[in-house]
């Protein structure tokens, strides 16, 4: 596939505001543990974990917990607890059912208010939290913590408001290179660049997957600091398939460095006997860009994975 012709798909990714876009998830990129603080209200409510196959999550508690009080359907998750220390490790056995609800109830050894708490585990075939940091908090903090929430929740949906205003209406699909040109995708001898991969000599999968990639293009957008790849992937398996998105798709190259990935486009569900196309984005400069990346997206609802070696740019 030549460039030029290459083009129109990624230019209308780049400039559709249309196609389904899944915003990556930033906590995958803060180091360290993820804080949850308890109220007397946020008690009652059960509280979203992300677990993973590949590795346990730990949750660690301010406070000692009751003898046996720690509550997991043991058919799908190991668990290891040290009461006196406030820690559970929690480690998966299988996948339940995707309409089977996952729960862990945590029950605290001194209530002071606060009997217990419920985590509703959801699964992700590639990331999952490494520590959950639990702190309960007096009731008389309560309400000031209420109202910061309220306040930041407040914050967040006027910067939606103005970024939709700055947006603007929806865009035209591009036309012709004029339209590249007016986009900010080519010019001054730049533009956008793409390679065929070869199944066998460039890439490879992993085996015993029900997702297969028949052909692969990379593209490189220089003017943007992007870089994609187009995969067009069959599907052996009756259930239908669809990536969970831009916060559980990697790129990864050898050294183990990770691109951040910033959109997964997938017009339609992947089903049996199908082919279908899958797009995933992400920034990287040239040097960024250099060398084999692995792809890994999950999909949104179960563990199945669609894994592959050897994803090279131009």
Sequence with gaps: MSPLLAAPLLLTLLTDPSAPVWPASEKWDMPGARRLELTAESAK?????????RHSTHLVFDT???????????RWVKKAVNEAEGMVMLRLAGVPPPDEPLTVTVRFA???????????LRVHPIRGE?????????GVCASSNQEARQQRERAERCEAARERERTGPEAPRPEGF?????AGLV???????GRKLALGRD???RPGET?????AYSYRVERRGLVAAELHVDSTDTRPWVAEGAGVAELVNEQGVRLKVVRVWQPEPLVAGTRRLLVVEAEATVAQARGSFRLELGEAEGARTLTVRGVTFP
């Design 45 to 53: 409510v059960q509280h979203p974990v992300d677990v993973s196959p």
């Design 64 to 74: 000692p917990l009751q003898p046996g009080g720690v509550e997991v359907d043991e």
């Design 110 to 120: 001194e209530a002071q208010g606060l009997e217990r708490v419920t985590f509703r």
């Design 130 to 138: 490494h520590e959950v940091q639990v702190i309960r908090q007096p």
């Design 178 to 182: 004029s339209d590249f040109v007016d």
């Design 187 to 193: 010019g001054d001898g730049a533009g956008i660049v």
């Design 203 to 205: 890439f490879s999968q």
């Design 211 to 215: 997702l297969v990639v028949w052909e």
